[in-house]
């Protein structure tokens, strides 16, 4: 599943820079991150950078991207190869 971030977020600009898909952008009041570029990190690390580095734990699983950890490896194979 993709991650979301909540309404909560300070616009520390801690997430962005470690997202290794680039999935996490500037929004217009908070920061962003694009399902289809989500992988939570796998295929990169253990665990989802960007929820490690939040100081507010603002960062949730999204409740409309929902995906196994097989497809999240797919996806990650297919973000590494284009």
Known sequence: MALLITSACINCDMCEPECPNQAISEGKKVYEIAAELCT????????????????INCIIDHPEH?????????????????
């Not at 939570?40 to 939040?54: F, L, N, R, S």
């Not at 194979?77 to 284009?82: D, G, N, V, Y």
């Open 40 to 55: 939570e990190c796998v295929g990169y690390y253990d665990q989802p950078t960007c929820i490690q580095v939040c100081p």
């Open 66 to 82: 929902r995906e196994t950890q097989e497809q999240l490896l797919a996806k990650a194979q297919r973000l590494m190869a284009s």
